[in-house]
């Protein structure tokens, strides 16, 4: 199984990206038509970001602010982890089995010195949709999606036979299509394949090497056990497992 290195991928690129703030979620509802479009069912969204909340200058006042987060948060479970780097991280996680979504808030006292730089990171994960859905969901989390910048994916799947290489590709080539998308870059195995892209569609970006930018990832994998098509796009990255 591959998975994204999210966190270390996130904090490489965050500090370059080009965003347009939006808070519609434009973005996921074209890849959720997209990939409804080619008869995919939507399984799974997620809407991940982060911020900056300042600097605190010991361990207790890291605590002290964290602490004004926690009690506006009631329903969450809270952990606290110091990683081997004197790092500080405290995680909340929300759990509704209602509306079948997680909301996990990680805020992460990065050390410098004589000094932790606050950084709060947000992620909900809902395992159904609907376009009403989505509002529902953040309205439940107070989710800050106006205050800051938003990576979004979703995931599909479909029944599917016989699928070898080329078809995959040509799937995966015929999804960036229908995004508006050019290829920039591609990584292609026998039962699987990744594309990044840049669309038109909307207007964020990351930079990449040789002055590239892309704000379209799509991967795809097929699994002959239960002839089953797996399908996940992102927008600018894809930021789950896939």
Known sequence: MKFILVL???????????????ADHEELYKMAEAIENKKYTVKEWSIYSRQSMGEAKSEKEFYNQTNKIRKKKAGYKWSSIEDVNHHLKLVGVYEDKKENFVHRIIITGVYNYDSYEIEVANE??????????????????????????SFYSIKGEVDERNIGRGKLVKKAKGLMDSLDAVEIESLVEEDFVSLSGLSTKWENSINLDGNKKMNLQIAMRFNPKNDRLNVTVGTPIVTTEY
């Open 124 to 149: 909900v994960k809902s395992y159904q949709w609907n376009h009403k859905d989505i509002n529902t969901v953040l309205s439940k989390t107070d989710y800050p999606v106006s205050k800051e910048f």
């Open 8 to 22: 270390f991928a996130i904090l490489l690129i965050y500090f370059s990206v080009n965003f347009v703030k939006s």
